[in-house]
T-cell receptor
Framework: AQSVTQLDSQVPVFEEAPVELRCNYS??????LFWYVQYPNQGLQLLLK??????LVKSINGFEAEFNKSQTSFHLRKPSVHISDTAEYFC?????????????FGTGTRLKVLA | DGGITQSPKYLFRKEGQNVTLSCEQN?????MYWYRQDPGQGLRLIYY???????QKGDIAEGYSVSREKKESFPLTVTSAQKNPTAFYLC????????????FGSGTRLTVV
């Protein structure tokens, strides 16, 4: 069965420093990959997604993620973080062939941006 | 504006009671999903429905029930058989074709008192 690993439960980083949030998934079958962001007591918002094509995907607020099939990874990066990036980030994967569009989520990474 | 509305935002339940969480969408999406979120465990799938009058169990369906009588509505009932219902519940939907990613509601926090 598919699983998603986010090894870092919390990541503290100073403002304007770079950050990488790691995500690995277990199965090498063809997948869709997502990063979601969640602010306290709110739902999840789609940050970026990989469906096909270019392995590097970018969001409008400066985040990017790279799909690496050989390492089954989809790490999230930002070259310079802001206080407003403080939130919890979830990686999710869905098998392309399932037809159900069910997601498997990682356990989340809390990003804390320090002034 | 189109979106998903979950109500209530906060809900308190006594031991032995059934409660129903509402999820309504005006996005004309075909598929809808219920997830449960617990600290440190991420999100786990409870039930999903890809078309009206049909739904499937997810990974943790025991103690929960759903219905899908209308395309825009997918209520979740937490029954007394659910032994640990305190959690944050999230409803999501997708069009059912193409694959832009889930749209989530803002969630319902259920607490057993």
């Amino acid at each position: 069965a598919q699983s998603v690993t986010q090894l870092d439960s919390q990541v503290p980083v100073f403002e304007e420093a770079p950050v990488e949030l790691r995500c690995n998934y277990s199965s090498s079958v063809s997948v869709y990959l997502f990063w979601y962001v969640q602010y306290p007591n709110q739902g999840l918002q789609l940050l970026l997604k990989y469906l096909s094509g270019s392995t590097l995907v970018k969001s409008i607020n400066g985040f990017e993620a790279e799909f690496n099939k050989s390492q089954t990874s989809f790490h999230l990066r930002k070259p310079s973080v802001h206080i407003s990036d403080t939130a919890e980030y979830f990686c999710a994967v869905s098998d392309r062939g399932s037809g159900t569009y069910k997601y498997i989520f990682g356990t989340g990474t809390r990003l804390k941006v320090l002034a | 504006d189109g979106g998903i509305t979950q109500s209530p935002k906060y809900l308190f339940r006594k031991e032995g009671q059934n409660v129903t969480l509402s999820c309504e969408q005006n996005l004309n999406h075909d598929a809808m999903y219920w997830y449960r979120q617990d600290p440190g465990q991420g999100l786990r799938l409870i039930y999903y429905s890809q078309i009206v009058n049909d739904f499937q169990k997810g990974d943790i369906a025991e103690g929960y029930s759903v219905s899908r009588e209308k395309k825009e509505s997918f209520p979740l009932t937490v029954t007394s058989a659910q032994k640990n219902p305190t959690a944050f519940y999230l409803c999501a939907s997708i069009p059912g074709h193409g694959f832009p990613g889930y749209t989530f509601g803002s969630g319902t926090r259920l607490t057993v008192v």
